[in-house]
């Protein structure tokens, strides 16, 4: 059983190769790196980026995967809107993540790049169906910086001592809008809960490929 992770920064393989090691050992993984895809999309938006996105998602089903996870938040829905044409399952990593976050009366979305902003906020608002959330953003000042740097560390301490400043007294979730920020929960000393995506979405995409194999 393979499935097809495209991404938009090496960073993530090694996140979820462990995370297949740890929880999903009979998977085989087929990681897909393109940096410019976000690049892009930071500049001129998703939908601009659309074709490449599709382009990359049929390389991938044409080597055999029989499900595509996106790793990417800023162009997880154009991957998503390509699964008819592909015939495949392709799912977005964050949309587990989003389901579990709408239980809350209030969420805190942090991220560490604009772009991700926008398709982290429709993807709440579609998961929410007839329930309402009050939605609050947090873009965490000088992280990306840090990533692009190649300082992980700096980058996840950076993003969990945003998060530690999140009052506690607004009670709610915190999501950590981008796979690559997952592992700042774990430095965190806020009562919150934060979520991250992930192994949710690694999960769902497992999930699929035993139902389409």
Not at 38 to 44: G, I, M, P, W, Y
Not at 169 to 181: E, K, R
Request: with cysteine.
């Amino acid at each position: 059983m393979t499935l097809a992770l495209l991404h938009t920064s090496a960073v993530h393989v090694p996140v979820f190769d462990g995370l297949r090691d740890r929880h999903h050992p009979e998977l085989g993984l087929r990681h897909l790196v393109v940096e410019e895809l976000l690049v892009r999309a930071r500049v001129e938006g998703p939908e601009a980026v659309a074709a490449a996105v599709r382009d990359a998602l049929a390389e991938a089903v044409a080597d055999g995967a029989r499900a595509v996870l996106c790793t990417c938040s800023t162009i997880g829905g154009v991957a998503e809107r390509s699964a008819a044409e592909l015939g495949v399952p392709v799912l977005r990593v964050d949309r587990p993540m989003a389901a579990e976050a709408v239980g809350s009366d209030r969420i805190v979305v942090v991220a560490s790049v604009e772009s991700t902003l926008a398709p982290t906020l429709d993807l709440l608002r579609e998961e929410s169906g007839d329930r309402t959330s009050f939605v609050t953003t947090l873009v965490v000042d000088g992280a990306w910086e840090r990533f692009e740097a190649g300082d992980r560390d700096g980058y996840l301490d950076t993003v969990a001592a945003a998060v530690d400043r999140i009052d506690p007294a607004d009670g709610g979730v915190v999501v950590l809008a981008q796979a690559s920020m997952a592992d700042a929960a774990e430095r965190t000393t806020t009562p919150l809960p934060v979520l991250s995506s992930p192994r949710l979405g690694l999960a769902a995409a497992a999930a699929a490929v035993r139902r389409h194999g």
